[in-house]
């Protein structure tokens, strides 16, 4: 097949990309470069079977031959992104995400939306299926985001409904793994950036807010299976084993053997107290569940990020 990835050249993107090539697959990467980077797809640039055109998925698609398959990845993902872009970010969830469909529309192309764990907001049901409508505020700092994606996520299924357009929606809880910018602003790059700059870890509220991390190739696994489902509702794709940020932070400084304080600062507006998939649906309808540990998966991002810039500076 000859798979368009809009957003290919991020984090997750440029997994998914690799995966698609090892399937045999051709890949047509579709991304503006605004958080996405080149040096996350470099390693692809030679293979006959990859291309990429720098393009704004908001504007009109350019015209780019068939495709057999439309994969929307393409959105700013971290806080310090998307709240630096928050219009950019609301119109990549709607009027990119429209383009896309559109495209799957005509050509008869499969698609695939990947949303996130912040479609549940601050949620009240724990762990969060599926079926959670969610707890989210719309005029919060957040909501360009959490908002963009709800969005999306409702404009896919009217398509789907009113347009016969054969769709997946994935929601995605936090991935981590090489590939993440270390100023990124969510929790793993944050603290291996602080860490590596033997700087204090930076603990928000007072850190018993959870989380449940899961590392990029079992995500890559879990949407790639999706792909060949006929599953139109949303499926939660993420790693149940739920843990405190403190515990993760305590963790990270007996791996590293870092030495430096936590540091407590006040906990930002919205965020979420509790985030651990129900995974349910995708034991059953995929036969997936994460395989990578989290120390196995540590292991690889922190020596992936050792040959990273350091942003902090360490204390003289």
Request: glycine share 6%.
């Amino acid at each position: 097949m000859r798979i368009l990835v809009a957003g290919g050249a991020g984090f997750i993107g440029s997994h998914l990309c690799d995966r698609l090539l090892a399937e045999q697959h051709q890949v047509l990467v579709v991304d503006n470069l605004v958080t996405g980077r080149l040096d996350n797809i470099s390693h692809l640039r030679s293979n006959p079977a990859f291309e990429l055109i720098e393009h704004d998925i908001c504007e009109p698609l350019p015209a780019i031959g068939p495709v057999d398959y439309v994969c929307n990845l393409a959105s700013p993902a971290s806080p310090i992104d998307y709240m630096a872009q928050p219009v950019d970010t609301l119109m990549v969830g709607a009027a990119g995400t429209k383009n896309l469909l559109d495209l799957a529309r005509e050509q008869q192309a499969p698609f695939l939306l990947t949303s996130t764990s912040e479609s549940y907001g601050d949620p009240e049901e724990h762990p969060q299926k599926e079926t959670y409508w969610g707890r989210v505020n719309p005029v919060g700092p957040r909501s360009c985001y959490d908002e963009a994606k709800r969005f999306a996520e409702a404009l896919t299924m009217a398509y789907h409904r009113h347009h016969d357009v054969n769709t997946r929606i994935a929601r995605i809880f936090n991935t981590y793994g090489p590939r993440m910018k270390l100023r990124d602003g969510r929790v793993v790059p944050a603290f291996l950036d602080q860490a590596l700059a033997g700087q204090p870890l930076t603990v928000f509220g007072d850190g018993s807010q959870t989380r449940s991390f899961c590392y990029v190739s079992d995500l890559v696994d879990g949407l790639f299976r999706l792909m060949w489902t006929n599953e139109r509702l949303p499926v939660n794709l993420g790693n149940p084993n739920e843990m405190t940020i403190l515990e993760f932070a305590e963790l990270l400084q007996a791996k590293l053997g870092h030495e430096g304080d936590i540091q407590f600062m006040p906990l930002p507006e919205d965020d979420p107290k509790q985030r651990q998939p129900d995974i349910t649906k995708a034991r059953e309808l995929l036969g997936w569940e994460p395989k990578v540990s989290l120390d196995m998966g540590l292991t690889d991002t922190i020596e992936h990020f050792r040959t990273q810039e350091v942003t902090f500076q360490p204390k003289l």
